[in-house]
């Protein structure tokens, strides 16, 4: 007999407060990991990070109206920018960069709003779409090992067996049923926390230092035409890659979010804003995050007002919980992030299936071939396509790839007339 597939809780849905606080709490420790590495290696403050994540993420639920289940965390895009111009002008003045950043998702959003989204059918088409899910899904596998698996650079056996146990909790509370069920990612993370502990992984030393009670170091930013013309541009690529995680959202959802990008690259674009003039880094929406409803079914959006509160009130007002929760071992997010990247990609999978793309057609089989290919090929090796001061990251190459192949390839009708 076929096991009940577990109930939806829709966007627009609500549950009770003592069922959304473990769900948003779940969001914010899926978002924890990369949101915080992001500071660690620019030199910005990890707990500003935190706290202008919650509030972008607010943010961009007001500008949304409430509409899009999404989290927004520390965007990976603008590393290397900001690291080159911290190291020569200074963080201050790499923050006027992030917020002339947030401007470029502004005015690309009113560009939108004027032309409409009716070009997104023709260049993103289901094939291309669920080709990039896949790209997005399988291009992170490299993280989610390397995070499970490695100590420094060498293979840690204990990294892989606290992993290995964390992913089985994981998988083994999303089959089940009630609150086991929409809480999985949040019980697995504290079960591979509590397994690291006398496995002696969990560096207690932060935790203990911090105060229970304090405030972020809040800088203000020092605007450098230079520090702008290195880092602004980079919000191209991060717009492309706010298209990707979109449509990822609606396939798992089941809604279209086309007509509304504009107000969603708004919503972001205010978010980094926000960021850059509190001493923060550029934000963007998180693979972690779309995962965590792909796998729990919950699409709320009022989990992640929970969530965003909690990081604000983690990265803003307690150092000692936000210490806490950097304290969760490498590879027990890793083996989390495993099964959630995994997921993603399983979801671009379904979306061949259920937009039932003809792969008899060769045009299709040539697009999803390629983007596939290249896109998991350069984010998995890491590499990135140089351009001027910049760098084209696989993802965003292999969608500019897609869309190229989508306009210039014949489509069965029109190669048969080309024949004929």
């Excluded at 606290?162 to 993370?189: E, K, Y």
């Excluded at 449509?247 to 919503?267: C, H, N």
């Excluded at 671009?348 to 596939?372: C, E, P, Q, W, Y």
Aim: hydrophobic letters at 50%; glycine letters at 12%; charged letters at 10%.
């Amino acid at each position: 007999m076929a096991r009940k597939q577990r109930e939806i809780i829709g966007v627009d849905d609500r549950v009770p407060v003592s069922k959304a606080i473990p769900l948003g709490i779940q969001h914010m420790m899926s978002m924890f990991g990369s949101t915080v590495l992001v500071p660690i290696l620019t030199g910005l403050d990890p707990n500003v990070a935190i706290m202008c994540s919650g509030i972008g993420t607010i943010c961009y639920l007001l500008v949304t109206r409430n509409k899009i289940p999404s989290y927004l965390g520390s965007s990976f895009a603008f590393i290397s920018p900001i690291v080159a111009v911290g190291a020569t002008k200074g963080l201050s003045a790499a923050m006027s960069g992030v917020i002339v950043a947030g401007v470029v998702f502004l005015v690309v959003a009113g560009v939108i709003k004027l032309i409409g989204t009716g070009w997104l059918d023709r260049l993103l088409p289901p094939v291309l779409v669920a080709s990039v899910m896949v790209v997005i899904g399988v291009g992170l596998s490299a993280t989610a090992v390397n995070m499970a698996f490695i100590n420094d650079t060498t293979f840690d056996t204990t990294y892989a067996i606290v992993a290995a146990i964390t992913l089985v909790a994981a998988v083994v509370f999303s089959s089940m049923g009630g609150i086991f069920g929409t809480v999985p990612v949040l019980l697995a993370i504290v079960i591979g926390y509590l397994i690291s502990v006398p496995l002696g992984i969990v560096d207690f030393s932060g935790v203990v230092s911090a105060a229970w009670i304090g405030l972020p170091r809040i800088s203000a930013p020092t605007f450098d035409v230079g520090a702008i013309i290195i880092i602004a541009p980079v919000a191209i690529v991060t717009v492309i890659e706010h298209i990707g995680h979109l449509l990822a959202v609606g396939e798992i959802v089941g809604k279209d979010y086309r007509p509304m990008l504009p107000r969603s690259l708004a919503g972001d674009g205010i978010s980094t804003i926000i960021s850059g003039f509190l001493g923060g880094p550029p934000t963007t929406t998180y693979a972690e995050n779309i995962g965590v409803m792909s796998v729990t079914r919950v699409y709320s959006t009022q989990i992640f007002w929970y969530a965003g509160g909690f990081a604000l009130i983690v990265g803003g007002f307690c150092p000692k919980l936000s210490a806490l929760i950097q304290s969760i071992p490498s590879p027990v997010m890793g083996g989390v992030c495993l099964l959630l990247f995994g997921l993603i990609a399983s979801n671009g999978l379904r979306m061949f299936v259920t937009n039932k793309v003809d792969f008899n057609d060769n045009r299709n089989l040539m697009i999803a071939s390629v983007v596939i290919i290249l896109g998991v090929g350069m984010e998995t090796a890491g590499v990135s396509i140089p351009i001027g001061s910049y760098t084209l990251p696989g993802m965003a190459t292999s969608t500019l790839v897609g869309i190229l192949l989508n306009l210039i390839l014949p489509t069965s009708d029109e190669a048969e007339e080309f024949a004929a």
